[in-house]
């Protein structure tokens, strides 16, 4: 099993460690500092997902637009464009944007 290092204390961790027993800094994703926001992976999946639902949503609503004549089918269509950009944006980052944070 790999380890990773607190950037704040240098306490050695465990790979799947979100917070330093150390200092309790945590992991999360955001800017952090006094005014961002700072969220968990996993809170960051569950936006992706919310997403994906979204351009599922948007996926049967072309569907059901098409087969009443077409007229609006195009709302469906955007919203399965902006559904999946977003799902795959925040599975992205709740993926690849996780970095330490110090307890505020
Ligand atoms: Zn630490």
Not at 8 to 31: M, N, P, S, Y
Not at 61 to 72: E, H, T
Request: glycine share 14%; net charge positive; with cysteine.
């Amino acid at each position: 099993m790999s380890e990773q290092t607190c950037p704040f204390c240098k306490t050695q961790l465990d790979a799947e460690a979100t917070v330093c027993h150390g200092c309790q800094a945590f992991q999360g994703i955001g800017r952090g500092g006094a005014n961002g926001t700072v969220r968990q992976p996993h809170e960051v999946k569950a936006i992706a997902i919310l997403f994906y639902t979204l351009c599922g949503l948007g996926v049967i609503l072309f569907v059901v637009a098409l087969s009443m004549g077409g007229q609006d089918s195009w709302i469906g269509i955007a919203l399965a464009i902006i559904g999946f950009a977003g799902g795959r944006f925040n599975g992205w980052r709740s993926e690849n944007n996780i970095q330490w944070f110090r307890k505020q």
